[in-house]
């Protein structure tokens, strides 16, 4: 089973809504969901997003693929800053010194 984290669309014809979910990659784009991430909403000035920040990075390391909307929406809420703030391992010049 492929599973991704994606856009479910909700609210109203031409006023967009979108639930961030993690999904089967099989199922329909407003099908069953597997978990419910957070949302987002473009019709607001600014517009909203909201993440389940830990959740979502345990789908991450069990290998879902998010999609290329749902990897902006999840870096603009900080979801991959962890991996680059992990410490680095001390270079052969910086032990010499």
């Known amino acids: 089973m492929a599973v991704r ?11 967009p809504f ?6 089967d990659s099989r199922s329909a784009r407003d099908g069953r969901v597997i978990e419910t991430l957070g949302h987002y909403d473009p ?3 600014p517009i909203r997003v909201s993440v389940n ?3 979502a990075r345990l789908w991450l390391s ?3 693929q998010p999609s290329e909307t749902a990897r902006r929406l999840l870096r603009q809420a900080g979801v991959f ?3 680059s703030e992990a410490p680095q391992a001390p270079s052969a010049e910086t032990a010499q010194a």
Request: net charge positive.
């Open 43 to 45: 019709m607001t000035d």
């Open 62 to 64: 069990r290998g879902a």
């Open 18 to 23: 979108y639930r961030l979910v993690v999904a």
């Open 81 to 83: 800053e962890e991996a």
């Open 5 to 15: 984290i994606r856009l479910k669309r909700m609210g109203a014809k031409k006023r």
């Open 53 to 55: 920040v830990e959740r």
